[in-house]
C-alpha cells in the first residue's frame, strides 16, 4: 500500500447503506473511496475547493447529477446537491474498525 495521507472515514448508516467512505491524498492528488455493504468497491479522484461552509469535495470527471460532497469544519460529510445539503454524517475517530460498526 502506498503512503495515504486520510483526511477522515464516514460510515453511512441509512438503513440498508452501510456504505464505508474514506477522503485521502496520496501523491498530491485526493481520492474518495467507497466501500458498498455488497462488496462493491468505488474509487473516484477528487478535487477540493474551499467554500465558507467547508471543503467541497467534487469528482473530477464531474458528476451527471449535481451531487457532490462538503466536508464541514467539524469534519462532517454531508452529501449535497444543487438544493444544498440533504444528509450527513458524523467523522469516524481514527482508531475504529469499519467492521466494527457495520451489522
Request: hydrophobic share 35%; proline share 3%.
Amino acid at each position: 500500500m502506498q503512503n495515504r495521507e486520510i483526511i477522515g472515514r464516514w460510515l453511512d448508516e441509512r438503513p440498508l447503506l452501510g456504505d464505508k467512505i474514506t477522503l485521502y491524498k496520496e501523491a498530491d492528488k485526493y481520492y474518495l473511496e467507497t466501500w458498498f455493504s455488497d462488496g462493491c468497491h468505488s474509487l473516484d479522484e477528487v478535487s477540493l475547493s474551499d467554500t465558507p461552509h467547508g471543503q467541497k469535495v467534487e469528482d473530477v470527471g464531474g458528476n451527471f447529477f449535481g451531487e457532490y460532497f462538503m466536508v464541514t469544519p467539524a469534519m462532517q460529510l454531508q452529501f449535497c446537491n444543487e438544493q444544498g445539503s440533504y444528509f450527513e454524517v458524523d467523522k469516524l475517530m481514527a482508531d475504529i474498525d469499519f467492521n466494527q460498526r457495520v451489522a
